[in-house]
């Protein structure tokens, strides 16, 4: 068996080391004679992998006492409408700066609860930078302003500004942020914000689960009518098993939440993927325009990097190439084309390593 | 490592030769160098997968072509709050029959959305039986008439009668049904039903995703205002890939279709689960009341068998020394105490041999 370098953005490349764990205990988790997607929810045996992981997570991530942390099933496009269920009254502004293709999507599941204001836009200059803080028309009562921490698809990333971290500052208003392509991928000061949310698949291990972290101040608004299984509050007060959980997804983003911890934490891997986006990125500028990457520098994602080559032909023949020779997943997004590397956590620095050195050597036989 | 006989509820036990196939390919899924839940759902590679699973399906249930197949991530609990969103206008009648726990708690997730008439209910007499047929109070301008084809903790069943199969009769307005616990365990007529949904992790497979069958007519109703996630029809319009779907989740129920197949279809499993449950009620029934099931023959589930020891001493002691024996999770749902056995698809004939030779052992040394 050979593994390849696995670029997907998301679901993406895990750890060897957790998939090694996963195939060793598939028939026989623990001694009890039964894989963990066998076994109740409900078993002492199974409670305790659910806690653990979410003890990890608070460790890994610094999660205050004063947040809660949820598992979910389905992803982030679900929790996008249960933000304005469970947190907006009905008909109240709620805020969003759209800085890619994520943005405007989760404007379309909060449409039919809430006021919609748009309150910075990147769209307008083709979503190569986060508007400047200081053009954001805020609501001053709204039920929150929205974010999207890192956007997949055009490789925008709020980046720290002015020796300050990456929140953007909006006051007394919450501040609620997707964080599915970034969470875990660098510190983050959690207090900044009301609501994080992500879907599991990227940056925290596998697909099919979602983590929601809430201030639980904010669980105290009555948000509007929804069934039992949209209120998080239900969710919380029964320890994410109102229903029964995506165990399996559960059980899996817990060891890499332990893989993460034993490389180092979250530390360790801003230091990893800080260098791994540097190696892309240099060997796009030094291309002399042959590879382009179109967002300006203070906005670049650490973790998704849309490039593009001179024409269509020749990035048909990078896609080919690069698969053949162990480079799995760069086709860029049907939204945008062209090419995209996706280096989240579980992707080793060498992977982005072999990646420029088969750029380096693509140009050399077509530039 | 030895295998128990896993009896639980759900999550549930599932095929040996599944889980081998699962943990052969858990590093590299048909050669393409990663595992299935590391690649993209929109890969034509995992388009592939998903197809083959709904297409295995459709043959294993005899889904007629006029209904769309979905499969979503979250449970049946979802479901039963997207019914009403989806199939009901704003504060119109929907009727439900409730048979048992899960029928009520349906109930609580359609309440925000539309009027609920209770048609029937087997509360008041404990649920132990189906409510006669002609005593439904059914509304005749209801959206739907809802009904929980098994009741899992209760272990009371929808089964035929009078020579007709399990669906009851209701007249023009479509019947919907929660089959979490007891899809593809006998032959079932689809066209009976507008709609059919099932959490797979009982049945079908793995935890994590739920299966909708949608007569396509009812796709055309409005509904009411709801986020584009929680619509029936983008789902459908997107093959079940509007957002990301947890894609092991459906590849571990795609094998699983096809172990079925293999095994014969829904028609031997119908033989084998008659075999197994008339094991267990045999058992019961020639204890001279030392083991007691209290639902009436006719409505008796095949699936989930609820019973009864004299005492909670004896209780606490069949569950400990069952499990000893390697006969796992009979311990009753806390709502009704007790023993169940479930007794899915997955669950070979000689685990109901096992079970019945233990409970011969154990009331002759407590009897």
Chains 1, 2 share one sequence.
Not at 119 to 145: H, M
Not at 301 to 310: A, E, G, K, T
Request: glycine share 8%; aromatic share 10%; charged share 20%.
């Amino acid at each position: 068996m050979t593994r390849v370098f696995n670029f997907s953005a998301g679901p993406a490349t895990l750890p060897e080391s957790v998939l090694l764990q996963a195939q060793a205990e598939m028939l026989d988790w623990n001694g009890v004679g039964a894989s963990i997607v066998e076994i109740s929810h409900r078993s002492a045996d199974f409670i305790a992998v659910a806690a653990e992981a979410e003890a990890d997570l608070r460790t890994l991530i610094g999660i205050p006492e004063n947040y809660a942390v949820l598992f979910l099933s389905g992803g982030a496009t679900t929790q996008q409408a249960l933000l304005a269920l469970n947190f907006a009254a009905p008909g109240q502004t709620v805020d969003y700066v759209v800085t890619g293709h994520w943005g405007k999507t989760a404007i379309k599941q909060v449409a039919p609860y809430a006021k919609v204001n748009i309150a910075a836009d990147g769209e307008p200059e083709g979503f190569r930078s986060i508007p400047a803080r200081d053009g954001w028309k805020l609501t001053p009562d709204a039920a929150y302003v929205h974010i999207t921490a890192n956007e997949t698809i055009h490789g925008v990333e709020f980046r720290p500004v002015d020796g300050k971290g990456a929140a953007p500052d909006v006051g007394s208003v919450p501040l609620f942020a997707d964080f599915s392509s970034s969470i875990a991928s660098e510190p983050i000061d959690v207090s900044k914000y009301g609501v994080i949310y992500a879907g599991a698949q990227k940056n925290l291990g596998p697909v099919g689960v979602a983590v929601v972290i809430i201030r639980r101040d904010l669980l105290e608004r009555s948000g509007q009518p929804r069934a039992d299984i949209f209120d998080y509050r239900s969710h919380a007060a029964r320890d994410s098993m109102l229903n029964t959980p995506p165990t399996w997804n559960w059980y899996l983003a817990g060891l890499v939440f332990k893989w993460m911890l034993a490389q180092g934490g979250v530390a360790e891997f801003a230091r990893r993927n800080a260098l791994k986006s540097k190696l892309v990125y240099d060997a796009i500028d030094a291309s002399g325009g042959f590879y382009r990457n179109e967002v300006v520098p203070q906005a670049r994602s650490r973790m998704n990097i849309p490039y593009f080559l001179p024409d269509e032909t020749l990035t048909a023949r990078f896609v080919a190439e690069s698969k053949a020779a162990g480079l799995l997943a760069l086709k860029g997004h049907k939204a945008v084309g062209g090419l995209r590397a996706s280096l989240y956590n579980a992707l080793p620095v060498e992977a982005a390593q072999a990646l420029v050195g088969f750029m380096h050597d693509f140009q050399k036989r077509n530039g």
